[in-house]
């Protein structure tokens, strides 16, 4: 099963922009569609968004969309989630996701350990 690793969490104030990071370990990314979810205290896991093999379709929560952007490099074997405009409502550990599938949001079969985001006013 890949291994999935994310970095690039942290503090930041509202309004600001923090750039997140996946790595599959060992694994090719270009076999997997991706994912993002995010999930903070007291809530279920949530989607947030998806990018298929090969990047030419993408899917986002609508909590997110024009203020984030998923994006992959299969030559750095990377998949990426920039976001902006970031609220404190943001505040999340965010997760990492694989599929065999097509569309990460209907469906995960690897999770990564998840990187923290916090939002300050």
């Known amino acids: 099963q890949v291994q999935l690793v994310e970095s690039g969490g942290g503090l930041v104030e509202a309004g600001g922009s923090l750039r997140l990071s996946c790595v599959p370990s060992?694994?090719?990314?270009?076999?997997?569609?991706m994912g993002w979810f995010r999930q903070a205290p007291g809530n279920e896991r949530e989607f947030v968004a998806a990018?298929?093999?090969?990047?030419?379709?993408?899917d986002y929560a609508d909590s997110v969309k024009g203020r984030f952007t998923i994006s992959r490099d299969n030559a750095k074997n990377t998949v990426y989630l920039q976001m902006n405009s970031l609220k404190p409502e943001d505040t999340a550990v965010y997760y990492c996701?694989?599929?065999?599938?097509?569309?990460?949001?209907?469906?995960?079969?690897?999770w990564g350990k998840g990187t923290l985001v916090t939002v300050s006013l």
């Open positions: 996701a694989a599929t065999n599938g097509s569309n990460a949001r209907f469906g995960v079969d690897a």
């Open positions: 060992g694994r090719t990314l270009s076999n997997y569609a």
């Open positions: 990018i298929s093999r090969f990047g030419s379709g993408t």
